[in-house]
């Protein structure tokens, strides 16, 4: 089943680490924002895949707007 991963606070996105079709296992870490100065990682809560990325490098998010497409097993 896929599921929407989203930012839970107005940040930049400092690195992505994973594309469509990577596999992931649970904790891995999906990007990582950066707020204030602080580095927060978005982690996956199960093990799956990834279907889609919906940001890039370099761009700023909302709280609540979607980053990761993804399919948990």
Not at 18 to 46: C, T
Request: charged share 25%; glycine share 8%.
């Amino acid at each position: 089943m896929a599921e929407t991963i989203q930012s839970v606070m107005g940040a930049s996105v400092w690195k992505i680490l994973v594309g469509p079709g990577d596999r992931v296992e649970e904790d891995d870490v999906f990007m990582i924002l950066e707020a204030m100065k602080m580095e927060i990682p978005v982690i996956a809560e199960d093990a799956g895949t990834v279907l889609a990325i919906h940001v890039s490098e370099g761009d700023t998010v909302s709280a609540g707007q979607a980053l990761v497409e993804f399919a948990a097993e």
